[in-house]
């Protein structure tokens, strides 16, 4: 069991803007719990925190005992400002973090990132530069000219999940990069899906949610 609020906090910038987002903490038990922040898909193509993919990852992971926040990147739904190119996202990102790591349940050691699309493109390059975070899981990234250094000295564990039918994450690339990463990594491609995982969500949420777990 979970409870949910509806939370607002501050992007990481020299002038931060407000965005909102969702906070599920476990009711069970007293003790610390690993934290996740789960990044959606493109701010301007109808992503926002509401996605039902994004949902059902958020519930998983609550429903195993972890504290879960997902939130609208900057211009999305009640986020003050404006699509940033990606750029401003990181920022969001790093916000999302800094509330999530001040949550009095959530253990600091287990601090990850989830993201879908977009929010897994923003993700990845934010993680680069943000030693806090101990996981990493991308469902079918969207990396815009991704830099060949992505990823190349994380060596922290990693997850990557896609679609067979894939055309915005396309398989043959994702298996070239993922091959270029250091260990420990994960990839896993679900046959009978695309980009989207219609009435797939569960079934997204559940590897994503055993990946988290064995941390």
Not at 82 to 92: L, P
Not at 123 to 150: C, F, Q, T, W
Request: charged residues 25%; contains cysteine; proline residues 6%.
């Amino acid at each position: 069991m979970f409870s949910q609020h509806h939370i607002t906090f501050n992007s990481r910038e020299a002038s931060p803007i407000q965005l909102e987002g969702i906070l599920l903490t476990p009711t069970d038990g007293e003790g610390k719990c690993a934290g996740v922040v789960i990044c959606h898909p493109h701010s301007l193509y109808g992503g926002s925190m509401e996605v039902p993919l994004v949902v059902a990852i958020a519930e998983e992971l609550a429903q195993r005992g972890v504290v879960t926040l997902r939130f609208n990147f900057r211009g999305v739904g009640r986020s003050q400002g404006t699509y940033a190119n990606g750029e401003g996202e990181m920022a969001d990102v790093a916000g999302a973090l800094d509330f999530l790591e001040g949550q009095e349940r959530v253990d600091r050691e287990r601090l990850c990132l989830v993201g879908y699309s977009f929010g897994a493109g923003v993700g990845l390059r934010h993680i680069e530069n943000d030693p806090r975070i101990a996981a990493v899981a991308a469902v079918a990234p969207y990396v815009e000219n991704p830099d060949e250094s992505l990823l190349k000295s994380y060596t922290k564990p990693k997850l990557f999940l896609a679609g067979e039918g894939d055309t915005v994450c396309p398989v043959e690339w994702l298996r070239a990069f993922v091959a270029s990463l250091p260990e420990p990594k994960e990839l896993h491609i679900l046959p009978g899906t695309d980009h989207f995982f219609w009435g797939r969500e569960r079934e997204v949420a559940r590897i994503v949610g055993e990946f988290i777990a064995r941390l």
